[in-house]
C-alpha cells in the first residue's frame, strides 16, 4: 500500500512491557461481548452468516434488551469495520496478522473496534477483551492482547485513519476505502457507478458504513403500511406503498407479531420498489401470469404473488436449489403461486407464456453490504464475471419465457457496472428487446438520475443499492 511519503514520522509512544497480561482480577461474566466474539469466530471459521449466527446466540443464551443491543452492535460493527481495524491492529502489534492466533485476532478486532467506533471507555474496552482472551487462550495471549489494545488508543479514528491510508490526494479512492472500511476495488466499483471520485463516493462509502434500519413490507391486500407502523411502533417508508422503517435497536424482527403471522416480510425498500415497479409497467393484451424466475429465498415473490391476486393474475416461481425453494413455500403461506425447482436458464416452462417476469439475478450483493458486513471482505473482484454471465444468460431466458409485448424487470442488488448496464446492454444488443424507461414506474423517488435504468443508492434514498432495468420483448 503506497503510503504517504510527506506524513512527519510517527512519534515513539511508550509501549507497556511485553507479557504484561492486564489487570489481575478474575473475569467478569460478559455475556454480550462473548456472544459477539463466538459470532466472530463463526464467521471466521465458518464462512457463517452473522445475521444468521447471532440471532441464534442471543435466543439460546437468553440475551436480551440492552446486552442484545450491544452484542448486535458490537458483532456487525467489527465486522463492517474488519479492513481498517486490521490495518490499525498490524501497526500495533510486533508480528504480522497471519501469525496471530485466530481467536485472539477476533478479540483483537472486538477490542480495537470498541476503541476506536464506540463510546466504551478504553478501560474497559481493554479490559473486557483481554479478560475474553485470558480465559480462552490463558495470560501469555492475553499479556500480548493487552499490549497491542494499549497502543490502540494512542489514537483516535481520525488519526489512524491519517497514518493507515494511501495519501488522499495521489489515491483519493483507496484514501476513501480505507476511511471507511471497504476494499479498494468495491470503492472503485461504487466510484465508477457514481461517476465521482469526490463527495457522492465519500458519501455512498460512509452510507455504507453505518448500521441501516430495519425494513418491514406489509402484505399487500392484508396489511397496509400504516396498519404495520401502527403495530409494529415504526415509520412509514417514505416511497415504498408497503414499506415501514424501525429503529435499528427494535430487536429481532422475526419476533414480532406481524411478521410471525405473516401479514408483514423484513425486506428492504429498494426490493420492495423493485418489485412492485414490474407491475405498474403498461400491458397491451392479456396480464394474467406473472415468474419470478430466480425467486429464492421468496421475499419478492411473496410481494408479487400478492399483488398477482389482487390483479386477478396467477405466479409462478422459480428456484434452482431445493432448500430454497422450500424456504419459498414457507414464506408464502397461503400467498398463492406455483414453485418449480429448476434452473432459470433451462426452467422447462413453455416459451412466451408470462405477461411479466421478474429476474432479481444473483450477484456480488455489492449493494448491501450495510447487512452483510462480512460480505465485503469475502467476495473478490474475480466473482464479477461469472456472475455477469450467468445473469445475461437468465436475463436472455427470461425474455423467451415472457409473450412478445409482455416485460421482464432485471434486478440485482449490485451497483457494479458490469452486473447492471454491462449486462443489460448486452442483452438489448443481442435479442433487439426495448429497453423501457424506468423511472416512471418508481413514482416519487427523487434523484433517479439520467435513466434510462434506476440505481438506488444508501446515501441519497436510504435503501439497498438495488439496480432496477425494465425491458419488452418486441411483439
Excluded at 497480561?21 to 466472530?40: H, I, K
Excluded at 400504516?226 to 435499528?248: C, F, I, K, N, R
Excluded at 405477461?355 to 444473483?362: F, G, H, K, N, S
Aim: glycine residues 10%; contains cysteine.
Amino acid at each position: 500500500m503506497t503510503q504517504r511519503s510527506s506524513r512527519p514520522s510517527r512519534p515513539q509512544r511508550a509501549h507497556p512491557p511485553r507479557g504484561r497480561s492486564g489487570p489481575e482480577r478474575p473475569p467478569v461474566e460478559d455475556p454480550a461481548r462473548q456472544a459477539a466474539l463466538d459470532t466472530l469466530r463463526a464467521v471466521r471459521q465458518r464462512d457463517a452468516y452473522a445475521n444468521l449466527v447471532l440471532p441464534g446466540i442471543l435466543r439460546e443464551r437468553r440475551i436480551t434488551g440492552r446486552d442484545a443491543a450491544l452484542a448486535t452492535e458490537l458483532t456487525y460493527g467489527s465486522l463492517r469495520a474488519q479492513g481498517l481495524l486490521d490495518a490499525v491492529l498490524a501497526a500495533c502489534a510486533e508480528r504480522p496478522l497471519s501469525e496471530v492466533d485466530g481467536a485472539v485476532l477476533d478479540a483483537l478486532r472486538l477490542g480495537a473496534y470498541q476503541l476506536l467506533r464506540t463510546r466504551i471507555p478504553a478501560h474497559a474496552a481493554v479490559a473486557s477483551t483481554v479478560d475474553l482472551v485470558r480465559a480462552d487462550r490463558g495470560s501469555g495471549a492475553a499479556g500480548f492482547a493487552n499490549a497491542v489494545l494499549r497502543r490502540v488508543t494512542g489514537q483516535d479514528e481520525a488519526a489512524w485513519v491519517e497514518e493507515v491510508a494511501p495519501d488522499e490526494d495521489a489515491d483519493p479512492i483507496g484514501y476513501l476505502a480505507m476511511a471507511h472500511a471497504h476494499p479498494r476495488w468495491i470503492a472503485q466499483a461504487f466510484a465508477e457507478a457514481l461517476g465521482s471520485r469526490g463527495e457522492p463516493l465519500r458519501d455512498a462509502l460512509a452510507a455504507d458504513d453505518t448500521r441501516p434500519a430495519v425494513h418491514l413490507a406489509a402484505r399487500p391486500g392484508e396489511c397496509s403500511a400504516d396498519e404495520l407502523a401502527a403495530m409494529t411502533g415504526g415509520e412509514v417508508a417514505p416511497y415504498s406503498p408497503y414499506g415501514v422503517h424501525l429503529d435499528t435497536g427494535a430487536g429481532d424482527p422475526g419476533d414480532l407479531d406481524p411478521v410471525r403471522e405473516r401479514l408483514a416480510t423484513v425486506q428492504d425498500e429498494g426490493s420492495q420498489l423493485c418489485a412492485v415497479a414490474l407491475t405498474r409497467v403498461p400491458l397491451d393484451g392479456p396480464d394474467e401470469r406473472w415468474l419470478d424466475l430466480c425467486a429464492g429465498p421468496g421475499g419478492k415473490a411473496v410481494m408479487l404473488g400478492a399483488l398477482a391476486s389482487l390483479s386477478g393474475a396467477s405466479l409462478d416461481a422459480v428456484e434452482k436449489a431445493p432448500h430454497r425453494a422450500d424456504l419459498i413455500r414457507k414464506a408464502a403461506g397461503d400467498v398463492p403461486m406455483t414453485v418449480h425447482v429448476a434452473d432459470g436458464r433451462e426452467s422447462g416452462l413453455p416459451e412466451g407464456s408470462f405477461d411479466r417476469v421478474l429476474v432479481d439475478a444473483p450477484c456480488t450483493g455489492l449493494g448491501a453490504l450495510r447487512r452483510r458486513p462480512e460480505a465485503r471482505w469475502r467476495r473478490q473482484p474475480s466473482d464479477v464475471a461469472p456472475l455477469a454471465r450467468l445473469q445475461r444468460e437468465l436475463l436472455t431466458a427470461a425474455l423467451t419465457l415472457v409473450r412478445p409485448g409482455g416485460v421482464v424487470a432485471y434486478v440485482v442488488c449490485s451497483p457494479h457496472l458490469s452486473e447492471t448496464v454491462g449486462v443489460v446492454a448486452d442483452v438489448v444488443r443481442r435479442t433487439g428487446s426495448e429497453w423501457l424507461d424506468a423511472r416512471e414506474f418508481f413514482p416519487g423517488v427523487p434523484d433517479l438520475g439520467d435513466g434510462p435504468q434506476v440505481q438506488l443508492w444508501p446515501h441519497v434514498h436510504g435503501t439497498d443499492a438495488m439496480f432496477c432495468a425494465v425491458l419488452r420483448r418486441p411483439a
